[in-house]
Each structure stands twice: as structure tokens, then as C-alpha cells.
């Protein structure tokens, strides 16, 4: 075998391991196969989170990192990468980044985001979104509401949920819901740059307003009087969802247009909100796409 045999071999078995190796990133994010533990030199005991300024947010992972560098919204200030994750972000061979890059090694980002942060050698330093209020409601006729979902894993799940059912903005309550953070991004996988994250003082004043905007409201409850998929009459649906544990609170239920249940005929009568919103979510395009 020759010297550019080799040569030519050893690129082909680099490209394609990079084609695998994008395949299972994918997949992980996705949540389709699980994610390998993590060999950490630090525990969490040992690590104190650094002090962050009010408008101070580090993203991480290769598609909320991805997401957050092709949204025009976005006030990037700095991106922090290691050699091997940089190729991975797929910014191009002649592409400028759009911010200051900086090399570092994977306990570098472990320091800021703490030792059990899957992060794939990847973390971008930038400012919050814009605040956004319901004005910034989108044209689609499906939007999804939380009555005070207070878990970034759950609420980022549900965005993405939301962002794949094309639904026009996700709205939460000011207090009692999460703020924009890494952990909420992470769980989003790239929905937070792609949907309206719109949080609301009251929330049965925001309900109101939708109303008038030609919305029906149907609460999810465990107990609700009527299956879902029976209780749509519009060509507007907004889905709400309550915490797990709580639900929907009294406000909200005397609100809402109606309440409605999942049918689940199973031992198991309740769902993780997660869970519920994306079978709530495609029975509402269902409904949606007979009327069209």
C-alpha cells in the first residue's frame, strides 16, 4: 500500500467515524439512545457555581449552541470550545464566527457550568432574548400554555414539543415558571431560539386576551368532564397544562373555554407534563387538519 493510499484511507476512516459520531450526537439529543456518564475529575461538593450577572447566560451543547448561533436575535458575546467539539458546530470551513471564539478543554467549562453538565465541549456566553409579550403571538392557529410549570427539564421538553407540533408560542407566569437558562435550553435542544417564550404577570388576564383573539382555551385535567379530542370546536386552540401534582390552579380552571381529560385506559391515569403536551399537541393538529 502506498504513502496516498494511506493517506487517502486514513481521511475516509476520519470521515466517516465524524458521519457516526454525528449520529449518535443527534440521537442523544433527540433522547432516542441514552447519554454516556461522564468521567468527571471534580464532584459536585467541590464545585461553586460562579456569581453570573443579571443579563449573564451560558448555553451549552452542540444544538442549543447550533441554534443559538444562527438566531439573528441572539446577543452572542463569546464562544467557548474545545478542538475536537469545534469541527461539530459545522460552521463551515470559510464561515467567520459570529462572535470571539476561545480553545479550551473540557474542565475549563466544567469550572463555569459544574462537573455534571453535558455540554460536548461546547459553551456560548450571551445576553437573554428579548422579552416578549403576547403581541409577539404568531400567526398559527395553536398555541400552548403552562400554568406554572416550575421544572427547566419539563418546560424545555415542552418546547420542544411545542416547536415540533408548530405551535405559535409557548406562555408561562412570570413567577413560579422558569427563567431562561442553560439547564432550559439544553432540555429545548434548540427550541428556545425558534419559538416565542412569552412570560405573563397573570395569567387569566393573558387568557382573556386570547379569547378575543378567536382562541378556545381547554385545559388539560386528570378529572376533566370530557375526552380531548371531543371537546375541540375551533379553528384556534390553546392547550393549558398545569404542574405535576397541583395541575391547573382554580383561576385558571374557572378560565379556561373547557376542561378535558386524556383517555388513558391503562393503570396509569396521569402523565409527565412533557409527556401529556405532545399527545395533547398532536391531537389538536389532528383536529386542526380536518378543518383545513
Known amino acids: 500500500m502506498t504513502k496516498d493510499d494511506k493517506q487517502d484511507r ?16 443527534n440521537k442523544r439529543e433527540r433522547g432516542e439512545i441514552p447519554t454516556p456518564p461522564q468521567k468527571r ?11 453570573l450577572q443579571p443579563e449573564q447566560v451560558f448555553l451549552y451543547g452542540l444544538h442549543t449552541v447550533r441554534a443559538a448561533l444562527a438566531n439573528p436575535e441572539r446577543k452572542l458575546i463569546r464562544l467557548s470550545v474545545t478542538q475536537n467539539a469545534f469541527p461539530r458546530l459545522e460552521l463551515g470551513e470559510d464561515a467567520t464566527p459570529p462572535c470571539p471564539v476561545e480553545f479550551v478543554s473540557p474542565q475549563d467549562i466544567d469550572k463555569v457550568l459544574g462537573p455534571e453538565a453535558i455540554h460536548q465541549g461546547v459553551m456560548l456566553e450571551t445576553r437573554p432574548l428579548p422579552v416578549r409579550g403576547l403581541e409577539a403571538l404568531k400567526d398559527s392557529p395553536l398555541l400552548l400554555v403552562l400554568d406554572q410549570v416550575t421544572d427547566p427539564h419539563n418546560v424545555g421538553a415542552v ?9 405559535g408560542a409557548l406562555i408561562t407566569t412570570q413567577r413560579h415558571s422558569p427563567t431562561e437558562s442553560g439547564v432550559l435550553a439544553k432540555s429545548a435542544s434548540g427550541a428556545l431560539e425558534l419559538i416565542p417564550y412569552i412570560q405573563v404577570t397573570n395569567l387569566a388576564d393573558a387568557l382573556d386576551q386570547i379569547h378575543k383573539l378567536g382562541f378556545q382555551t381547554i385545559g388539560l385535567d386528570s378529572e376533566g368532564p370530557v375526552e380531548l379530542e371531543t371537546s375541540f370546536g375551533g379553528k384556534r386552540i390553546a392547550l393549558v397544562l398545569g404542574s405535576e401534582g397541583k395541575g391547573l390552579r382554580q383561576k385558571t380552571r374557572e378560565t379556561v373555554t373547557a376542561l378535558a381529560r386524556l383517555d388513558m385506559p391503562g393503570e396509569i391515569k396521569s402523565l409527565n407534563v412533557s409527556n401529556a403536551a405532545a399527545i395533547a399537541l398532536y391531537a389538536a393538529r389532528q383536529h386542526l387538519a380536518k378543518g383545513s
Not at 159 to 167: I, W
Open 41 to 51: 475529575a471534580r464532584s459536585n461538593q467541590d464545585w461553586t457555581p460562579p456569581q
Open 159 to 167: 418546547m420542544r414539543s411545542a416547536v415540533a407540533f408548530g405551535a
Open 10 to 25: 486514513s481521511s475516509r476512516d476520519t470521515h466517516y467515524a465524524n458521519l457516526r459520531r454525528n449520529v449518535r450526537d
